[in-house]
């Protein structure tokens, strides 16, 4: 199968020049695939995939249908511009090496682990980590579930072989929460999704170490489609993390993924995700959650990498006394737009929930909030509160805020609150009195307006946002 | 989705008709030919378009309504009568379907013109040459197309260079009769001037279907000082779309009060262009719907400039399954450095089935700047009540003076009293405080 698709030439050294982070950041390993689709978004793409992967019929049949509701939908007409987004000129589908999921580090291709270095990610902590499932290309290659959960019957596996070992489970939610009526990129993913995570948690269960997936993209020009989908039954406690990082290739990436997240009565769930995605790349993803009665919902939705990223964390607060959570970082350096946001929907009494986002934007970046709180009539007694705070580091910077506020009950309290600001000369100057250089005074700054997210977050990835920030202030000066 | 249909008496004719009715001079009858096409050109808009998604549209349907020709009869309703004589204003005019039945007072100030906008094209041509269209035009939305096109009559103020009018200006606009009717308000005060001006839309119950179009053209040179206050208290039968927009020159100053009380269904576009270094601009707005009646408040503070400063205040009361939308944005443009500008939507929700929309927006190209916005939703405090309760007052009693309260906010920012105390009878007639008529 190998020889059977041509291979991308080698990108060379000049192509990526002019790209940022050719330090650290660009790092590409020879491609090495199995199999891969042909490019562009078709029917035969499709049942390739279905077929490459032996599903049931009922997923194919799926995906043929979420393939005629995106045909018909077509893209969205608001938001950041996508234009430069050309499906022809994307790979919907890459198995790599024909490879089952490994349960051993040793295991993990030199190359991925090569990546991981260049990442900064140490093996230890690796290792440390309960259970890492490292998505290369489209699909799980390297899984690691600590024994004494899967005694406690924790099912953590990629979407495809979930959907191949727990199948009654698997059809029972799938979809339930994101339907590809939902949006169009949703229904682009229903079609050709492939690998994520699928994450059960039985009732009663509690996690205390994260559970973990990176996963990344190595493919020029080559979408990529995860599908997560995670139940948390009755009282079950829990936090999930992906972070991804792509290499820096130079022409134009997709990534359109969908989360799907049931929490039922009583579970907490929280889902962190910090995505630095190389500066080409499009980030297009549909995040939601339901949530049945005194279940809470957390997210945390950091946006630092891609050229373009839509993303929203909806909630859905449908059973009494339901919490919802979202915490939201961006930074957009220049040419980057960060579309971020959440939306809540309050449709039961006694719900409550809370937003709090935080944007910088540096260079010609732009970083938007868009948002929605709705409050359903019937939904006596629902609170929400929304803090926006963005912050402009230069001339050319930009901001906006769009939040829409629907409100049908009377007794709800909802409260939204906004400022835009620039970096305050006063501090800068206070702190390079005391012999710091301006970049490094910016930095602390710029850290400190991120604090109440990187409290928030596991040691490891506070210390990695900051790393980054202070990757991204790097000679701001000037 | 409801879809609206043109209205065939919106028409080449029409407008003909319209032109050679008042003898317009070309120039005006090319902008009304023009503005024509621009409207046939524009489809309706429906609710996929961003700015209409939560309106009611067919509440402001067109189609089947007569333009309205003239008033029923020439008469003045006591209603207005009334305000005239309890009024501090040193000049009002009524203006009724597009005539004028009556003016009062005159203004004292020398060279200042208040009048309606067929006397002024007649003894000011130039001057309404300059500014009409100037700052509300017919491509910026279907309604306001329709408007330039087929306005029949309305007020034109113009205070010149440095003339300062103390007592308050007004002008009542009002009908006897249903159909489709457009009019206009060209405001324009010169360098350094200052005036306070109110536009009031008041009626007896009418009997029938009006469609009410309002463009409202407000220039400000440098140093140029307005009150502007816009009162909508049309009676039920009444729908009305009026937009209203400023352009602000270096360090002119425009405090605009838009209140929204009366009709079945209003429209009111709130927008300023800061285009002067300087200049600022106060927004208030005050808005209770009852009985079913729905509400659009849409505002932009566009700072096109440096140093301005916009600060803006809406605050609104729903009940009887009553709908509000309050949607405004803030823009500031590349190069709009050492900008203010605040947005605050505040909405109380008096019953279950009302319900509010709130789409406070910043939109910020500029970094060395200071924005903020904040909207709230929620009931009357309990704790408020329980108060207010504590201390012997009844239920329905503590819950006018909180509602009253609430709303007294942005009319205390108002320095006008008499104004003030209208409006503040009219929010407790509609609350159905006893003894309370909204009658004058």
Known sequence: MADLFPQDAHPDAAKLEGLRHTEQYSFYMPENYAFRSEKGLTKRVVEQISYQKNEPEWMLKFRLRALEIAEKKGRPKWGPDLSHLDFDEIYFYIRPQDRKGTNSWDDVPEEVRETYRRLGIPEAEQKMLAGVGAQYESEMVYHNLKEEWEKKGVIFLDSDTGLQEHPELFKEHFATVVPPEDNYFAAVNSAVWSGGSFVYVPAGVEIDVPLQAYFLINAQSMGQFERTLIIGEPGSRFHYIEGCTAPTYNS???????????????????????????????NLVTQRAIVQRHGSMGWLDGNLGSKVTMKYPSTYLMGEGAHGEVLSIAFATDGQHQD???????????TTSSVVSKSISKGTGRSSYRGLVQIHEGATNARSNVECDALLLDEHAKTDTYPYIEINEKTAHVGH????????????????????????????????????????????????LNRLIELEMEGSVG | ????????????????????RFGEPDWLAEERRAALRTYQATPFPTNRDEVWRYTQLERFAIDGL??????????????????????????????????????????????????????????HEALVRRHLYSVVNATMSKAAALDAALWTNGTFLYVPRDVEVTLPLGTFTTADRGGLSAGRTLIVVDVNAKVTFVDEYTSDPIGERLAHHAATEIVLEDGAKLRYVSLQNWSREVVQQNKIRARLARDARLESLTVSLGGDAARAEVEVDLEGPGSESEMLGLYFADEGQHYNQYTLQHHASDHALSDLLFKGALRDASTAVYSGVIVVDPGAQKTDAYQTNRNLLLDAESEAVSIPQLEIKANDVKCSHGSTTGPVPEDQRFYLMSRGLRPEVAEHVLVTGFLYEVMSRVTLPRVAEYVERVVQAKLGVPGVKEKL
């Open chain 1, 417 to 464: 609150e906004a400022t835009v600001s620039k970096l305050n000369d006063e501090q800068i100057f206070y702190l390079m009195s005391r012999g710091l250089p301006e970049d490094a005074a910016m930095a602390l700054i710029v850290r400190g307006f991120l604090d109440p997210v990187a409290k928030e977050l596991p040691l490891e990835y506070a210390v990695e």
């Open chain 1, 340 to 350: 971020a946001g959440a939306k809540v929907i309050h449709a039961a009494p006694n």
């Open chain 2, 1 to 20: 989705m409801a879809l609206l249909q043109d209205n065939a008496a919106v028409g080449e004719a029409a407008v003909e008709a319209l032109i050679a």
């Open chain 1, 252 to 282: 134009d990436s997709f990534h359109s993924g969908v989360i799907e997240i049931i929490v039922k009565e009583r579970a907490n769930v929280r889902y962190s995700t910090i995505q630095n995605w190389s500066h080409n790349v499009y």
């Open chain 2, 66 to 123: 007569a333009l309205v020709d003239g008033p029923r009869d020439a008469g003045v309703a006591d209603r207005i009568a009334m305000r005239i004589t309890d009024s501090d204003a040193e000049a009002a005019m009524v203006i009724k379907n597009g005539e004028v039945v009556h003016r009062a007072g005159r203004v004292g100030e020398p060279g200042v013109v208040f009048t309606d906008l067929r006397t002024a094209l007649r003894d």
